[in-house]
């Protein structure tokens, strides 16, 4: 079966339309989630994740000495020898990956293959690293054959491992089977074929840069230590604790390595995927815009990287179980918490629209379309707005606790979220809105239109 990339919730950080820092509206978490039906496993060090390499597509795999039709030898002709035959090459390959020998991988290939820079992957250390072969497709010629696999990878902090998809050729040679292309299968690109790599590591981040000095990293690495007790605080201590940063020196790398087109992020500041096999089991990793970041005060780069690590702490890029304006609002509700910004001034771009009669005042809580559509920052800020409702006197607790209560529940979003309501609060979903409607039209009245 072919592995399939699904995205499942899709959200980011985004910068506001004033020229100000105060009007950073945020917007967080793209989780894509990957679901698959395996065969064939193969595991180095029990991981599943990693793969890549070229994007576009590279042409004739190269050419490898080919042995004679006559007498073809049993890991050609044999299906269950050859896979045999296979996979121990591919164990092999993924164990000198581990292991840094450059040689080892070398020798598996044949000569001018192409293959991933995995010289540049070495930079981050991994764990483990492994394929997962899915199927095996003979061409015409029996000593040619055609692989789909998941590659896997583990960093350090992660607590799942990440995947990527791949189609390698192989060759059967008088050395045996040798790898002659190794190509990722999908569009994105991983980050090691996006340049050359450095990493910073910090108390509670591993921060990885591409074509960037470790001295550019490290502020990052300084940001994160400083922002991840901050989330603790409000969230909980169940969670990592320790997250990946990747950060690319363009926002064409940032699109290449996410599968996005450059206008689709616009001025998105930050994104956070969720990359593995499934849902809620794969590898974190936040992404930042360093281009939209590098025109932000400190206080709003930190407001930001806030927004993304609440999304990493509650792990709300792999459930269902919360509405969409819940994930966000608390990202935002956190992101600002403590920072001395009001919730006026944090929610402005919405205000003054709807002020000014650029949009109508809404009614019914944002939708995941909401999400996605024209008015991001309405959405965005609007869901601050009931998460600071929410919260009400008691602040982050309060809020914390009818999340965790809503991701609890066992029916459809809408329906888990009014039954935390109706515990915390003693109001349904229906009433909620009505107060957070009138609330909304309370700050609109005072806001001051730019």
């Known amino acids: 079966m072919e592995h399939q990339e699904q995205p499942s919730r899709r959200s980011h950080a985004r910068i506001g339309s004033g020229p100000s820092w105060w009007s950073l509206a945020l917007i967080a978490v793209v989780c894509l989630s990957v679901t698959s039906a395996l065969g064939g496993v193969l595991v180095v060090n029990a991981d599943p994740t990693l793969g890549v390499v070229h994007r576009e597509p590279l042409g ?15 890991e050609v002709g044999d299906p269950i020898v050859r896979r045999g035959a296979i996979e121990q090459l591919l164990r092999i390959r993924a164990n000198s990956v581990v292991e840094g020998l450059a040689k080892t991988w070398a020798a598996e290939q044949v000569e001018a293959a192409q293959v991933p820079d995995f010289l540049r992957l070495q930079a981050l250390s991994p764990r483990s690293f492994s394929y997962d072969v899915s199927s095996i497709v003979a061409s015409s010629d029996p000593t040619v054959v055609d692989l789909a696999v998941t590659l896997s990878y583990r ?3 992660d607590n799942y491992p990440a995947t990527l998809h791949e189609r390698l050729t192989l060759n059967y040679t008088a050395a045996g089977w040798r790898i002659s292309r190794e190509v990722t299968s999908g569009s994105r690109v991983p980050m090691w074929e996006l340049g050359d790599l450095a990493v910073v590591h910090g108390a509670h981040s591993t921060v990885i840069g591409i074509d960037l000095p470790a001295s550019r990293l490290s502020r990052y690495a300084d940001l994160a230590d400083a922002v991840v007790p901050s989330i603790t605080a409000s969230w909980g201590q169940d969670w990592a604790q320790d997250v990946v ?19 689709s992020l616009g001025s998105i500041a930050a994104v956070t995927t969720v990359e593995g096999y499934s849902a809620g089991s794969g590898a974190t990793r936040v992404w930042l815009n360093t281009p939209i970041l590098d025109q932000l005060s400190e206080l709003g780069r930190q407001i930001v990287l806030r927004h993304e690590l609440v999304h990493v702490a509650t792990g709300s890029a792999a459930t269902e179980s919360t509405p969409l304006w819940l994930e966000e609002g608390l990202a935002e509700y956190i992101g600002y918490l403590g920072t001395g910004v009001s919730l006026d001034v944090a929610a402005r771009d ?98 001051v239109v730019k």
Not at 245 to 263: C, E, F, N
Not at 412 to 428: I, W
């Open 60 to 74: 004739q795999a190269a050419q490898a000495p080919r042995v004679t039709a006559q007498d073809l030898p049993l």
């Open 155 to 157: 960093l350090a902090p």
């Open 245 to 263: 940063i990747v950060v690319p020196s363009t926002a064409d790398q940032l699109a290449k390595g996410l599968d996005r087109s450059l206008d």
């Open 350 to 447: 919405a205000l003054d629209a709807i002020k000014s009669g650029a949009v109508p005042l809404p009614t019914q809580l944002p939708t995941a379309e909401d999400f996605a559509g024209p008015h991001l920052t309405e959405a965005y800020e609007t869901a601050l707005i009931a998460c600071d409702l929410l919260a009400g006197t008691g602040g982050a607790a309060s809020l914390v606790k009818i999340y965790r209560d809503t991701a609890l529940g066992t029916g459809s979003a809408d329906e888990n979220v009014s039954a935390a309501m109706k515990s915390a609060m003693g109001l349904n979903l229906v009433a909620f809105q009505r107060l957070w409607t009138s609330r909304i039209a309370d700050l609109a009245q005072t806001a």
